[in-house]
């Protein structure tokens, strides 16, 4: 994750949250995000994501260096993460209105650092790897599930119409 305030990062852990568990274990594959704030905040973030899957901090940003993570904006903001479903404006308002009323006010780690999405396994083997240039630049979930041998999962809010 770029951090834990970040809206883009709830509303992609939100679809995150969405992949069953039963799909993960048919893989044989984990899921885990990593933020880079305290510990201390993945609780209240998962409550409100809804995600149960594994997560772990990275305060020093270690992770984020070794694997050459980017701090700052990339020129390319064209780019528009399919799970971000508010619009700049407002989801940076909602950001600052919960690092504001959170029990504990701070910004919960750098506000440049990037994410990205990572394949690795078993051992040490990167099988994929995405440096996310901003924060739309998200690797679409279903791709790195495919990638992962994992079945996809329909993320829309609407009904499916099914032909018969």
Sequence with gaps: ???????????????????????????NVRL???GQSSYHHIKPFCSLTGYTHEMYVDPQRE??????????????VSVR????????????????????TGPAFDFQGDPAQQGGALILGPGN???????????????????????????TVNFTNKPQIIEI
């Design 1 to 27: 994750l770029q951090n834990f305030l970040c809206y883009t990062c709830k509303e992609y852990v939100e679809d995150l949250a969405k992949v069953p568990k039963a799909f993960l274990q048919e893989a």
């Design 32 to 34: 885990i995000v990593i």
């Design 63 to 76: 992770i984020y260096k070794t694997l050459g993570m980017k701090r700052g904006e990339g020129s390319n």
């Design 81 to 100: 993460s399919p799970h971000v479903k508010s619009g700049t404006l407002l989801g940076s308002i909602r950001s600052m209105w919960r690092a504001m």
């Design 125 to 151: 083997e990167v099988h994929f790897l995405h440096l996310d240039k901003n924060r739309l630049d998200h690797v679409p979930i279903n791709t790195v599930l495919q990638l992962a041998g994992v079945k």
